[in-house]
T-cell receptor
Framework: LAKTTQPISMDSYEGQEVNITCSHN???????ITWYQQFPSQGPRFIIQ???TKVTNEVASLFIPADRKSSTLSLPRVSLSDTAVYYC??????????????FGAGTRLAVHP | GAVVSQHPSWVICKSGTSVKIECRSL??????MFWYRQFPKQSLMLMAT?????????EQGVEKDKFLINHASLTLSTLTVTSAHPEDSSFYIC????????????FGNGTRLTVT
């Protein structure tokens, strides 16, 4: 499984765009990149998943460069409720299938008023 | 969308007793379920992979006789913490996979276990 590296923590203010970058230099050809959000005392919640280029859904965008050695989760106009830990994971076929997910340390995002 | 239900959400037990935690996939069949443990301010640590109808696969360092996993049906996996001790106090989280490649893994809301 490819190892991921993310900043340990980030701070932002309400209304700002937040970009969290994840490094995964050893990503394999059949690996997908998945991001999860976790609030205290809750299970992780799926945010977005992608293989290459750009993926956008109602809550976030995921940018993946051509070499796929990194990815950036973009949260537009964050609010206080976006304060959470964000995990970047890389696994064959994405987070579905039969593949176990190994979580790294994640990025602790704090959004301030 | 796919929902994973975990029960109970919290439990307090006395040292030496056993506790069972249930993980159910409510609207899909989960051939594979995963059990994680999370200590305060730390990341999720994978404990074991549970496959329906077969024995669970445990990660290195996880005692299979202490953490009993049963995946008897396509919608239910259970984790039993046997002879619990205070050091077993933690947040236990399950996740379930339908087996579809592009379908994300869904997580339960976790069970807070406190052993006194």
């Amino acid at each position: 499984l490819a190892k991921t590296t993310q900043p340990i923590s980030m701070d932002s203010y309400e209304g700002q765009e937040v970009n969290i970058t994840c490094s995964h230099n050893n990503i394999a050809t059949n690996d997908y990149i998945t991001w999860y959000q976790q609030f205290p005392s809750q299970g992780p919640r799926f945010i977005i998943q992608g293989y290459k280029t750009k993926v956008t859904n109602e809550v976030a965008s995921l940018f993946i460069p051509a070499d796929r050695k990194s990815s950036t989760l973009s949260l537009p106009r964050v609010s206080l409720s976006d304060t959470a830990v964000y995990y970047c994971l890389v696994a064959p076929g994405g987070s579905g299938g039969y593949n176990k997910l190994i979580f790294g340390a994640g990025t602790r995002l704090a959004v301030h008023p | 969308g796919a929902v994973v239900s975990q029960h109970p959400s919290w439990v307090i037990c006395k040292s030496g007793t056993s506790v069972k935690i249930e993980c159910r996939s409510l609207d899909f069949q989960a051939t594979t379920m995963f059990w994680y443990r999370q200590f305060p301010k730390q990341s999720l640590m994978l404990m074991a992979t549970s496959n329906e109808g077969s024995k669970a696969t445990y990660e290195q360092g996880v005692e299979k006789d202490k953490f009993l996993i049963n995946h008897a049906s396509l919608t239910l996996s259970t984790l039993t913490v046997t002879s619990a001790h205070p050091e077993d106090s933690s947040f236990y989280i399950c996740s379930a996979s339908s087996g579809q490649t592009n379908s994300p893994l869904h997580f339960g809301n976790g069970t807070r276990l406190t052993v006194t």
